[in-house]
Nanobody, 121 residues
Framework: QLRVVESGGGLVQPGGSLRLSCAASGFSLDYYAIGWFRQAPGKEREGVSCISSSGAYTNYADSVKGRFTISRDVAKNTVYLQMNSLKPEDTAIYYC??????????????WGQGTQVTVSS
């Protein structure tokens, strides 16, 4: 019953923008932090951004700082990742995950299936 589902990926040109959505069901964002991760072919998964259960704390990987913005809509139980000034190196499958309370991975996390983002001319 507890799920997160990503959407919003696609093909964009360098310099373009996308907004990814992470729709949560079966739990409240009031008690779960939501993180965004990405994995490119042949590479390790890396953390991109995270927002705390209160919405007051956010963090970003250095590679996306200033270009990506994480936000949430509690009424819709959805977290967004606004991605601007996209670069080819942003190409990856993007995943969201729900963490219990804080932006720290643990054994009880919930992971989505991912959405593909491709940045190419």
């Amino acid at each position: 019953q507890l799920r997160v589902v990503e959407s919003g990926g696609g093909l964009v040109q360098p310099g373009g923008s996308l907004r990814l959505s992470c729709a949560a069901s079966g739990f409240s964002l009031d008690y779960y932090a939501i993180g965004w991760f990405r994995q490119a072919p042949g590479k390790e998964r890396e953390g991109v951004s995270c927002i705390s259960s209160s919405g007051a704390y956010t963090n970003y990987a250095d590679s996306v700082k200033g270009r990506f913005t994480i936000s949430r809509d509690v009424a819709k139980n959805t977290v967004y990742l606004q991605m601007n000034s996209l670069k080819p190196e942003d190409t990856a499958i993007y995943y969201c995950a729900a963490f219990e309370g804080v932006c720290v991975e643990g054994p009880n996390d919930y992971w989505g299936q991912g959405t593909q983002v491709t940045v190419s001319s």
